[in-house]
């Protein structure tokens, strides 16, 4: 599915912020829930809203602070 070229570029920031040691997972595990968050909403393309949302929903609790920090820092809007 294609990425809304803006919400790549964050996205690609956000991950390269994120310990070696999680980087992996992480990008795993959005790359599999935003495009089919996207989908959901009836879109072909992914947007903010699905990235923030694969965040907040596939994310442990543990790293909540962490996350929320890395999307300030690259300009996602997550409230």
Known sequence: MQWNSDVKIKYDKMLAKIPVFHRGITDQIVNEKAPMLAAQRGSGC??????????????PKCFYSMMVRLMDDVGFKHE
């Open 46 to 59: 992914v947007e903010e809203c699905d990235v923030v949302k694969a965040f907040t929903t596939e994310v």
